[in-house]
């Protein structure tokens, strides 16, 4: 990726998008300090550089000590 992609600013929605979370997580997600965003009046503005920098560091989904298959014995 360029570096002129890189602070390409998004919206929350585009951000959302690109991150594959609904825009409300991106919000909770702003107001926990987990992603960065500046913001324009009522708008709140992400990086693409933060958005990358979020999904490399992001922890997965989910309690990694349960089983996949509950119901397989």
């Known amino acids: 990726m360029s570096n002129e992609n890189r ?4 919206t929350t929605t585009q951000a959302a998008d690109y991150l594959n979370l609904s825009p409300n997580t991106v919000l909770i ?3 926990r300090g987990l992603i960065k965003a500046t913001k324009l009046g009522p708008i709140n503005v992400i990086t693409r550089a933060e958005c990358e920098r979020y999904k490399k560091n992001r922890r997965p989904r ?10 397989s014995r």
């Open 62 to 71: 989910g309690n990694p000590n349960l089983k996949k298959h509950r119901n």
């Open 7 to 10: 602070d390409l600013p998004m």
């Open 29 to 31: 997600y702003i107001g």
